[in-house]
Structure formats: C-alpha cells, structure tokens
C-alpha cells in the first residue's frame, strides 16, 4: 500500500514537472492572428471618429475609461508610444462622452480617433473582460493583445514584437 502511494506521488510530480514545463516551452509561440470582429461603436463628442477597417498598417486598440485606475498608470506609456508615431486608437468603454473627455483634456490625447462603446458591444467582440486592454491590428486581423496595463516588459514582449512581426509580413 505504501508503496503504491509512494508511485502514485511520484507520477504526480512527474505529471506536474512536465505540466510546467510544457507550459514554457509553448509560452514564446505567438498565436495566430484573429479576424478583429465587426465593431458596434458610437463617435465620442468632439473627437475624431475612425472606422476600422479603412486604418492602414499596424495599429493599436486600446480600450480604456476614465473610471479605470490602471488606465490612469499605463497613460504615459500610451503618449510616449504616441511620441513613437505609433497609431493608436481609443476604444472608450463603460464611461459618460464629458468623464472620457475630460480624461483626455486633463491628461492628453495619446489617440488619432476614439469611438465609443457604449452598448458593451465591441467588448463582447473583442473577447475583454477588463480595462485596459491593448490589440495589435493590421488588416482586419488582431496580430496580439495585452490584458492590463502597458508596461515596458508588456511593449518588449508582446506589442513591439507583434509591430515588428507586422511590418515584416
């Protein structure tokens, strides 16, 4: 009996030794690129609209609110990306038009176009269940998403490399 306890705990730290190391082997594969869903937005009062699928080259959807505390922390990364001259676009969700302006107005516009998503529409789309969330888009696919807020670790992992990826297609 004892014995058989004793291969039964060593077939389970096997299981698990092999689990985890699975999971680092397949952690660097990037996923397929996914058609980006048809979009339900409406155009945020006093800022410019965009339509999806007529953005060129690779861009960014990041969806935000103002009400979002982690939103705050990644704005800076948001506007120095902007500094970069990369395209990014506002997806606004769960928010009033004057608390996402006013967001922007006091903080900066890192966004060429915000739409909003005031149905919970676009989020349902998208697969996000919190804010903020970023995607990397080209060509009505989404190339790579970041769950949370940018940080430099999220840019050199995931955002940068998808760009990367993208321009060299």
Same mark, same amino acid.
């Given at each position: 009996?004892?014995?058989?306890?004793?291969?039964?705990?060593?077939?389970?730290?096997?299981?698990?030794?092999?689990?985890?190391?699975?999971?680092?082997?397949?952690?660097?594969?990037?996923?397929?690129?996914?058609?980006?869903?048809?979009?339900?937005?409406?155009?945020?009062?006093?800022?410019?609209?965009?339509?999806?699928?007529?953005?060129?080259?690779?861009?960014?959807?990041?969806?935000?609110?103002?009400?979002?505390?982690?939103?705050?922390?990644?704005?800076?990364?948001?506007?120095?990306?902007?500094?970069?001259?990369?395209?990014?676009?506002?997806?606004?969700?769960?928010?009033?038009?004057?608390?996402?302006?006013?967001? &922007?107005?006091?903080? !900066?516009? %890192?966004?060429?176009? /915000?739409?909003? @998503?005031?149905?919970? #529409?676009?989020?349902?789309? &998208?697969?996000?269940? !919190?804010? %903020?969330?970023?995607? /990397?888009?080209? @060509?009505?696919?989404? #190339?790579?998403?970041?769950?949370?807020?940018?940080?430099?670790?999220?840019?050199?992992?995931?955002?940068?490399?998808?760009?990367?990826?993208?321009?060299?297609?």
């Amino acid at each position: 009996m004892i014995r058989a306890v004793r291969i039964a705990a060593w077939l389970a730290v096997i299981g698990l030794v092999g689990l985890i190391g699975w999971r680092f082997l397949i952690a660097d594969q990037v996923p397929p690129p996914a058609p980006l869903p048809r979009l339900e937005m409406s155009e945020l009062d006093g800022r410019p609209a965009f339509a999806p699928e007529s953005i060129e080259g690779p861009w960014l959807l990041n969806v935000w609110g103002s009400w979002c505390a982690p939103c705050h922390a990644e704005h800076p990364v948001l506007m120095a990306l902007r500094s970069e001259g990369i395209a990014i676009y506002g997806l606004n969700w769960r928010d009033s038009p004057e608390d996402a302006n006013r967001f &922007l107005d006091d903080l !900066g516009n %890192p966004f060429v176009a /915000v739409m909003q @998503d005031r149905d919970n #529409l676009s989020v349902m789309a &998208l697969g996000i269940s !919190g804010a %903020p969330e970023t995607l /990397v888009v080209m @060509d009505g696919r989404v #190339l790579a998403r970041w769950p949370g807020p940018l940080t430099a670790d999220a840019l050199r992992q995931t955002i940068y490399p998808a760009i990367d990826r993208a321009l060299s297609d």
